[in-house]
């Protein structure tokens, strides 16, 4: 069974910075991709960045320039760093990993991390 374990949400002011940090149960890069997406109150859940397992990496528009993903390996643990953060980055933010196995692709969920900017 796949762990994944979100730390590193908080209440922050708009502009500021904040890292989330997402550590898995094994290799990272074992999965196809791992990525994190985020989910406001009233609104569907949405995928903010991704990184597979070659390297790529995919971001929101509205995250574009903002923030980053990134991957240690070493670690077990991707991140999510984000910088100059909006009011409307205010979500519960999720790790997911997903790994494809026989053509069935299987997702996997950490428990969440709120994020509040607000001033």
């Known amino acids: 069974q796949v762990q994944l374990v979100e730390s590193g949400g908080g209440l922050v002011q708009p502009g500021g910075s904040l890292r989330l940090s997402c550590a898995a149960s094994?290799?990272?890069?074992?999965?196809?991709?791992m990525g994190w997406y985020r989910q406001a109150p009233g609104k569907q859940r949405e995928l903010v960045a991704s990184?597979?397992?070659?390297?790529?990496?995919a971001y929101a528009d509205s995250v574009k320039g903002r923030f980053t993903i990134s991957g240690d390996n070493a670690k077990n643990t991707v991140y999510l760093q984000m910088n100059s953060l909006k009011p409307e980055d205010t979500a519960v933010y999720y790790c997911n990993a997903a790994q494809v196995t026989t053509g069935t692709t299987y997702n996997y969920w950490g428990q969440g991390t709120q994020v509040t900017i607000s001033s």
């Open positions: 094994r290799n990272i890069f074992s999965f196809y991709a």
């Open positions: 990184i597979i397992s070659s390297g790529g990496r």
